[in-house]
């Protein structure tokens, strides 16, 4: 029992952070078809911006937060103005911004590199303590991610439901011609949904780094996981690559206790292997006939 609550506890964790990370990841894919590869890199500066605020600028670790914030989601912005919006109208947007983004990412990553040094930093932002259930010692930290991702998680789903925004949000995503029809201003969609991406990358890469270390390539890892996770649950599709998440966070923290640490990404890139074998379009996608 003390082990199954360890690999709860754990897998729970792990699977809230990289639903944070997906989310974005699959909006932006949902809304423009564009995969942003600079995504691992909006975290890594949410986390430095975090650290920054709270050990330079003296910065209570909430107004931290909400900062990290706030810049990422302006570097989202800045994606869209200089990257997104001169590709969108031209042949191979999909291609082309793929091949931005990356560059975007990199210069994003060498700066944090040049200001703040190669070497690993702590993230000053963290609680102190420990839940006893059992036998097994649970962190508050864990604790606190897991609230702070599941109010995420709310407030984005009752954003894309509840709100004009959100409508506007999923009419694009199904039909961008239709949408503009209907008076949708496509574009500002598309400005608030790399926002809001960039906003939650700021958010996952502050709680990723609050339970390991900051350095200027930590964002690699997680994007890859969150791309993972897109591609089981179905590109572009929210509330599949949350539930994805979750399982694959619980997966992952299950084979590190039995297998080992070394065999976990294996296990999750077979299973992308088994889920493409078996739906190419995901758990929580859908088909499309294309006719010739």
């Not at 990841?25 to 975090?50: D, E, F, K, P, R």
């Not at 909400?66 to 969108?88: D, K, N």
């Not at 703040?116 to 962190?139: C, T």
Request: proline share 3%.
């Amino acid at each position: 029992m003390d082990v199954l609550i360890q690999i709860i506890a754990s897998g729970l964790t792990l699977g809230a952070m990289y639903a944070v990370a997906t989310i974005g990841l699959s909006l932006v894919y949902g809304s423009l078809n564009m995969l942003n590869m600079a995504h691992g890199a909006l975290l890594t500066l949410g986390g430095y911006i975090c650290y920054a605020t709270i050990t330079h600028l003296g910065f209570h670790p909430a107004l931290a937060l909400i900062a990290a914030a706030l810049v990422c989601a302006a570097a989202g912005l800045v994606i869209y103005a200089f990257a997104t919006l001169p590709l969108l109208r031209a042949e191979n947007f999909e291609t082309n911004i793929f091949i931005a983004t990356i560059g975007i990412g990199s210069i994003i990553e060498n700066l944090m590199l040049k200001s703040f040094g190669p070497y690993p930093i702590p993230q000053p932002l963290g609680i102190s303590g420990q839940v006893v259930i059992g036998n097994v010692h649970i962190p508050v930290q864990n604790i606190l991610i897991l609230v702070t991702a599941l109010t995420l998680m709310a407030a984005v789903a009752f954003l894309l439901q509840k709100t004009r925004t959100g409508r506007a949000i999923r009419a694009t995503s199904m039909n961008r011609e239709a949408a503009q029809l209907m008076g949708v201003r496509v574009g500002q969609v598309y400005a608030q949904v790399l926002a809001l991406s960039g906003a939650l990358a700021a958010v996952s890469g502050i709680m990723i780094s609050s339970i390991a270390t900051l350095t200027p390539v930590m964002g690699g890892d997680p994007m890859l996981k969150a791309f993972i996770v897109c591609v089981v649950a179905g590109l572009g599709n929210v509330y599949g690559a949350v539930i994805a998440a979750i399982v694959l966070g619980l997966l992952e923290a299950a084979t590190q206790y039995v297998f080992g640490v070394r065999w976990s990404f294996a296990t999750l890139l077979l299973l992308v292997i088994l889920v493409l074998i078996w739906r190419p379009y995901g758990l929580f996608g859908r088909g499309q006939v294309v006719r010739l």
